[in-house]
């Protein structure tokens, strides 16, 4: 992910895996207790987790040829 936008995040490599791993594996949306137990496990806020998959939910789109996601926040 060469954005500067997810270069922001900081995010070390183990974090990275873990995001990445619930993002293929587990859901693309995670709901607010999925999401609380993934920022639990990565040692990351909600709000950072959250972002990082509104991020990468952009990125997946467009890498799909997706139209981009109506009333989505990227703060």
Do not use: Y
Not at 13 to 34: A, G, M, R, W
Request: hydrophobic fraction near 35%; aromatic fraction near 6%.
């Amino acid at each position: 992910m060469a954005s500067k936008t997810m270069a922001s995040l900081k995010l070390s490599q183990d974090q990275i895996h873990i995001l990445e791993e619930n993002f293929n594996k587990v859901s693309k949306h995670p709901d607010s207790t999925t999401l609380m137990l993934i920022a639990a496990e990565c040692g990351l806020s909600e709000e950072e987790t959250q972002k990082w998959f509104t991020l990468r939910n952009a990125q997946w789109r467009q890498s799909e040829g997706l139209p981009a996601e109506q009333g989505s926040v990227l703060d």
